[in-house]
């Protein structure tokens, strides 16, 4: 897959608007899954039959109409979690023309899974991290999203937390925070790099 296919992509607002809680960002990560492999699933088969200057007209309004029904069923589903979700649920459907015309869909299914595993699993640590770190709950009012009993989930810190981490700044830090953790952590140590160079530079 290309490398740069997610350039100029809309995941970035999801990923710092709708992490302020492990629901919200588990809400979204659901959707935006469903509606891009159902996308996928569906517009396989148009692809070849359409002409170039018709796929992105047929690629927008049939990503309209997944979202527009994932986002009927979420609400008849529980209407507080639709809710909740406010606006992201909508931009699902132009993420899925822009993965459609960077080539997203047309790359291996080995590379596609990996991104979006990565990226539903970013969406989860911001949410749990931004959650715990801004409110001091962890997982609360995931019963809009299970459909179960109320549940106010795991209540560490009573007194809140730091505001700061829900708010959008907040989660652009976390973010930043985390990219220069996976960095530091995956660059290799300088006895690593001598031993890579005494081996391939006899």
Known sequence: ???????????????????????SAMGVSLMLLLVIALFGVAMAPLRSRLAQWARLPAGVLLAA?????AQIAGQAWSLQWQQHLGMYAGLIALQCVVLEY???????????????????????????????IGNGTLAAHLSW?????DWPGLVLNADGGLR????????????????????????????????FEETHHP
Do not use: H, Y
């Open 1 to 23: 897959m290309n490398k740069p296919c997610l350039q100029n992509s809309l995941m970035l607002l999801p990923l710092i608007g709708a992490t302020g809680s492990l629901m």
């Open 65 to 69: 109409t997944l979202t527009s029904c």
């Open 102 to 132: 960077n080539g997203f869909f047309r790359s291996p299914r080995r590379d596609r899974m990996r991104l979006c595993g990565g990226f539903v699993a970013l969406m989860l640590v911001m949410g749990a991290l931004r959650e715990l």
């Open 145 to 149: 999203l299970i459909g179960a009993a």
């Open 164 to 195: 700061l981490a829900t708010l959008a700044p907040g989660g652009f830090i976390l973010l930043g925070l985390l990219i220069a953790g996976w960095q530091a952590w995956a660059r290799p140590t300088p006895s690593q790099s001598t031993a």
